[in-house]
């Protein structure tokens, strides 16, 4: 498996919806309040997959989103 640490403005991955992430889009995944939780934090899950992305994200998804 890639790692799970994405870069904030990398391109998109199949699994980036405007409510998810496949893998950490955090800076600094470390203070991510929801670091280590099974199930919600894309280190934490099998699929690899952050269910609660930063505010800023859905505004990001569309910015990636429109540069496709």
Known sequence: MASLKVA???P???GDT??????CRQ????ICGS???EG???FASDDGIC???SKA???QYQKLKNAE
């Open 51 to 53: 269910k609660r992305p």
């Open 12 to 14: 998109l991955n199949e």
């Open 35 to 37: 670091n280590g939780i």
């Open 8 to 10: 904030f403005s990398a």
């Open 18 to 23: 405007e409510v998810q992430t496949y893998g």
């Open 27 to 30: 800076n600094n995944p470390g």
């Open 40 to 42: 919600v934090c894309a």
């Open 57 to 59: 994200w859905k505004k």
